[in-house]
């Protein structure tokens, strides 16, 4: 009888070791998460900022803030938040690591930033007349017309699109092309197009507009 009961307080420290040390682990885990909460104001007038991107350095995970400057989001002790917005510079935020509870409130505040445009000069549009006028007094100098002549004649244009690769359409419309065709004859024997009228038709038209040649 001892060694029964004895067996059976064995058994049931195995199976709540485990448990015990898992339910540890999971607490040593909760601890590092902080609910951080606040409000994104501007710096200068103290205005809370609508939208501004929240993310955790180094990653794509975050938030943002909403119409009133305020968010809420778990993050770990050891983050750095990175708050970024048109308009303002971007603040690195630490989390303090110390601190007590796992909630978290602050009030983060953004600086304006302050850049220079260039110079823009805004002219008044010319009336039909004197569109018209330049249009029709600009001489366009006699080289460049001629090159411009030369790059657009059909024979120049149809050998560098000959030359050219296929594009993903095309060598995927040729793929499916080929999958149907096999998928086609599935299980018998693909016919051998010798005697195919239509066929030799494509390859002498083929020959006569030159796709066979060899480049």
């Not at 902080?34 to 794509?60: A, E, L």
């Not at 600009?138 to 001629?146: A, H, K, V």
């Given at each position: ?38 409000f ?14 929240i993310?955790?350095n ?7 803030s ?14 750095v938040?990175?708050f970024?917005?048109?308009?303002f510079?971007?603040?690195y ?7 007590n ?11 304006e930033d ?15 007349e ?5 249009f ?26 000959m ?19 096999k ?26 507009n030159g796709?066979?040649k060899?480049?």
């Amino acid at each position: 009888m001892n060694a029964l009961k004895i067996f059976l307080f064995s058994l049931l420290v195995l199976l709540l070791a485990p448990s015990k040390q898992a339910h540890a682990q999971v607490s040593k885990n909760d601890s590092d998460l902080v609910q951080f909460t606040g409000f994104v104001v501007n710096y200068d007038s103290t205005k809370t900022i609508p939208f501004v991107t929240i993310r955790i350095n180094g990653t794509s995970r975050g938030t943002y803030s909403d119409m009133q400057g305020y968010f809420s989001f778990v993050a770990k002790r050891s983050d750095v938040l990175v708050f970024s917005c048109i308009g303002f510079e971007p603040r690195y935020f630490e989390l303090p690591k110390f601190s007590n509870g796992s909630k978290f409130k602050s009030v983060v505040a953004l600086v304006e930033d302050t850049f220079r445009m260039e110079e823009v000069v805004i002219i008044g549009r010319p009336t039909a007349e004197q569109m018209d006028y330049m249009f029709s007094r600009t001489q366009l100098p006699q080289n460049d017309y001629l090159l411009a002549q030369q790059n657009l004649r059909r024979k120049p244009l149809s050998e560098e699109a000959m030359n050219l690769p296929n594009d993903a359409e095309s060598n995927a419309r040729w793929r499916f092309n080929d999958y149907a065709n096999k998928a086609y004859y599935a299980g018998q024997t693909q016919p051998i197009p010798v005697l195919d009228v239509f066929a030799w038709s494509k390859f002498i038209k083929s020959l006569q507009n030159g796709d066979l040649k060899r480049k």
